[in-house]
């Protein structure tokens, strides 16, 4: 049986929640938002092809893809990624984050202890509680922009060099 996506808005909540073999994803065009865990536990997800049209990364959509996605290109329009979205992606060396980007929610990206650098961009508002806790390779975010907001715990166990900090808005308990 043949499936026409040409149509589809967005993933649903947990769509492929699980799905262990699940090895490659190409969104179609016109996908607005990944739903909340659609993609989690995917261990074997290698590729992930999104879309211009997206938007919103939703609440723990590529949770725990542990062994396979090393990597992850946000498109141009997506202006927030939902809470838990990356975390425990052990494999995941780099991710684009795009310049229209202004939140990373809590705990995006933790334990995604292969990630070795972050680029942040200008836009950036909030760095989420947790949002890069435990990348125990991530010794790189550049830059950090002005004015942003940097949540608990956000960069905790992460052995960061020194870095040029800018005028930064808040800088919670144990942030860095």
Known sequence: MLYSLSR????????FHCCTALTSVALPVGVV????????????LA??????SVTSIGRGAFRSCRCSLTSIHLPAGVTSIGSYAFRECTALTSIHLPASLVSIGEQSFRRCSSLVSVALPAALVSVGRGAFEGCSALTSITPLPDGVSIGDHAFFDCPLNDEAVAVVRAINCWAV
């Open 8 to 15: 589809l808005v967005s993933v649903g909540d947990c769509a």
């Open 33 to 44: 938002s990944i739903g909340e865990e659609a993609f989690c536990s995917c261990s074997s």
């Open 47 to 52: 590729s992930v092809t999104l879309p211009a």
